[in-house]
């Protein structure tokens, strides 16, 4: 069935392997800070607080039977757990949770798909390694 679609990503999430598209990846900022001060000659100046924050990210999967009961028993139990995300580029690990599950209408050209959208968080930031 995956090779119908453009879903080239694998995701392994809490004893799943999800089939995805990625619509975001995990997003990475730092806040700044107002350093303003009498020596600043009427001008705001701002330095980086050296706090990292992760933002949630959002993952578009093709439904496997289970999986959205899984992601639900996970939700409850407030699981967190390592997350793998490769996409041959690049292999995201970290740790995660899942914050949002949506199953989405049936697409008109391929109807025995079924697909949803899964929002997961970070917990941890994540390591970014390129493989061999």
């Given at each position: 069935?995956?090779?119908?679609?453009?879903?080239?990503?694998?995701?392994?999430?809490?004893?799943?392997?999800?089939?995805?598209k990625?619509?975001?990846?995990?997003?990475?900022?730092?806040?700044?800070?107002?350093?303003?001060?009498?020596?600043?000659?009427?001008?705001s100046?701002?330095?980086?607080?050296?706090?990292?924050?992760?933002?949630?990210?959002?993952?578009?999967?093709?439904?496997?039977?289970?999986?959205?009961?899984?992601?639900?028993?996970?939700?409850?139990?407030?699981?967190?757990?390592?997350?793998?995300?490769?996409?041959?580029?690049?292999?995201?690990?970290?740790?995660?949770?899942?914050?949002?599950?949506?199953?989405?209408?049936?697409?008109?050209q391929?109807?025995?798909i079924?697909?949803?959208?899964?929002?997961?968080?970070?917990?941890?930031?994540?390591?970014?390694t390129?493989?061999?």
């Amino acid at each position: 069935m995956a090779s119908k679609t453009d879903y080239g990503t694998l995701i392994t999430w809490n004893a799943l392997t999800l089939i995805c598209k990625i619509i975001g990846y995990p997003e990475f900022n730092t806040e700044r800070l107002k350093a303003t001060s009498h020596a600043s000659a009427g001008k705001s100046e701002y330095i980086p607080s050296g706090l990292i924050d992760y933002g949630e990210f959002d993952i578009e999967i093709l439904v496997a039977s289970g999986n959205l009961d899984s992601l639900q028993d996970a939700m409850l139990a407030k699981t967190v757990s390592e997350m793998v995300l490769t996409d041959g580029n690049d292999i995201f690990t970290f740790d995660a949770f899942c914050t949002k599950v949506g199953k989405q209408e049936h697409d008109a050209q391929s109807p025995d798909i079924i697909k949803a959208k899964v929002t997961f968080s970070p917990a941890e930031m994540p390591l970014v390694t390129t493989p061999a």
